[in-house]
């Protein structure tokens, strides 16, 4: 009879989720002796509404949690203890009962352009095609590149890659972390430097969400956390919950640590690139959820009322 497993993680089949659950279950074998038998941690896979819906952009079918919800259920439920986030999927408030405590180092958090026409948004033809479904990367490429056309992209890494191949558009945009992770290595690739465009909340970093009350997958997970990795997302993730973002919201952060010190840049900006807001602080690493609040409400002043109206907001 097959041994019970000692820690069930709950994931998303895509590639880049398995990727990410297989990091994990290393991971945890090499910081436990007792986890080092290779059935004694199993990786459960779990569809999300993210996953099923295909055909349209993810924006529009609107809600938190698309991609996550049904793996916290499962939690919930107890059929799995552990869930592997990537954490720029994840709602800023959780279901009462999780919690995630255990942030894994970050990837890099930067966007990467892929096109085999040029090397960056800047040197594209006018009028170039670049094909993209998320709002921010919509909003900040059309906020620096008017006369570009931006259509929606969807699929898989493997999916967009051949379309881009395929000539169907010009250009496309995917976060580095995701490339590097299943070790893609697509000539015509060009990190962008955070200051052309600002990441995702939380782009490039793993979190793992387990039950408040499980003390045993607590001390299990402790060695796994890496305390710059969470100072960073942290502050990024206090910035978001302050404007209330959602999928409908382009908002970006970036937070870095270098010299003791703290630094985050956040900004919002309209879908259509007309409209950009930006703020940054530095302050003490302690400090990450006072700052990244700090800066959410200086982008809430400074965008103004009228802003966050024509975002349908409220
Ligand atoms: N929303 C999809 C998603 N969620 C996390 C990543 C990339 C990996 C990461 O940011 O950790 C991606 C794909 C992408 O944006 O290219």
Same mark, same amino acid.
């Not at 919930?76 to 203890?81: A, N, P, Q, R, V």
């Not at 465009?197 to 793993?206: F, H, K, S, T």
């Given at each position: 009879?097959?041994?019970?497993?000692?820690?069930?993680?709950? &994931?998303?089949?895509?590639?880049?989720?398995?990727?990410?659950?297989?990091?994990?279950?290393?991971?945890?074998?090499?910081?436990?002796?007792?986890?080092?038998?290779?059935?004694?941690?199993?990786?459960?896979?779990?569809?999300?509404? /993210?996953?099923?819906?295909?055909?349209?952009?993810?924006?529009?079918?609107?809600?938190?949690?698309?991609?996550?919800?049904?793996?916290?259920?499962?939690?919930?439920?107890?059929?799995?203890?552990? +869930?592997?986030?990537?954490?720029?999927? #994840?709602?800023?408030?959780?279901?009462? *009962?999780?919690?995630?405590?255990?942030?894994?180092?970050?990837?890099?958090?930067?966007?990467?352009?892929?096109? /085999?026409?040029?090397?960056?948004?800047?040197? $594209?033809?006018?009028? @170039?095609?670049?094909?993209? @479904?998320?709002?921010?990367?919509?909003?900040?490429?059309?906020?620096?590149?008017?006369?570009?056309?931006?259509?929606?992209?969807? *699929?898989?890494? /493997?999916?967009?890659?051949?379309?881009?191949?395929?000539?169907? #558009?010009?250009?496309?945009?995917?976060?580095?972390?995701?490339?590097?992770?299943?070790?893609?290595?697509?000539?015509? &690739? %060009?990190?962008?430097?955070?200051?052309?465009?600002?990441?995702?909340?939380?782009?490039?970093?793993? *979190?793992?969400?387990?039950?408040?009350?499980?003390?045993?997958?607590? *001390?299990?997970?402790?060695?796994?956390?890496?305390?710059? @990795? +969470?100072?960073?997302?942290?502050?990024?993730?206090?910035?978001? +919950?302050? $404007?209330?973002?959602?999928?409908?919201?382009?908002?970006?952060?970036?937070?870095?640590?270098?010299?003791?010190?703290?630094?985050?840049?956040?900004?919002?900006?309209?879908?259509?690139? %007309?409209?950009?807001?930006?703020?940054?602080?530095?302050?003490?690493?302690?400090?990450?959820?006072?700052?990244?609040?700090?800066?959410?409400?200086?982008?809430?002043?400074?965008?103004?009322?009228?802003?966050?109206? $024509?975002? /349908?907001?409220?």
């Amino acid at each position: 009879m097959k041994k019970k497993s000692l820690v069930r993680i709950g &994931t998303r089949g895509s590639q880049l989720a398995l990727a990410q659950a297989s990091e994990v279950k290393a991971r945890l074998a090499a910081a436990h002796e007792a986890l080092r038998d290779p059935d004694a941690v199993e990786i459960v896979v779990i569809s999300t509404t /993210g996953d099923r819906v295909q055909d349209r952009p993810l924006a529009e079918i609107g809600g938190k949690g698309l991609f996550t919800k049904e793996i916290e259920e499962g939690l919930l439920d107890g059929s799995i203890d552990i +869930a592997v986030h990537s954490m720029k999927d #994840v709602p800023t408030v959780l279901p009462d *009962g999780l919690v995630i405590d255990c942030i894994l180092e970050r990837e890099d958090a930067r966007d990467a352009f892929l096109s /085999g026409k040029a090397s960056g948004i800047d040197d $594209l033809p006018a009028g @170039s095609v670049i094909g993209t @479904s998320s709002l921010r990367r919509q909003a900040l490429i059309l906020s620096r590149r008017p006369d570009l056309k931006v259509v929606s992209f969807r *699929g898989n890494v /493997g999916t967009r890659l051949r379309k881009l191949e395929n000539g169907d #558009v010009d250009a496309t945009l995917l976060a580095m972390a995701g490339l590097n992770r299943l070790a893609i290595q697509q000539t015509g &690739t %060009t990190p962008i430097p955070a200051d052309v465009m600002l990441p995702a909340v939380a782009q490039g970093a793993i *979190g793992i969400e387990r039950r408040q009350s499980d003390d045993r997958i607590a *001390g299990l997970l402790a060695p796994l956390n890496h305390s710059e @990795s +969470a100072i960073r997302v942290t502050a990024e993730r206090a910035m978001l +919950a302050e $404007l209330d973002g959602s999928c409908r919201t382009p908002i970006a952060a970036h937070a870095v640590l270098a010299g003791g010190s703290l630094s985050l840049k956040g900004l919002v900006v309209l879908p259509d690139g %007309t409209q950009r807001h930006d703020a940054a602080l530095d302050g003490a690493p302690g400090d990450a959820a006072a700052l990244g609040r700090e800066v959410g409400l200086q982008l809430r002043r400074e965008a103004g009322p009228e802003f966050f109206r $024509l975002l /349908g907001q409220g």
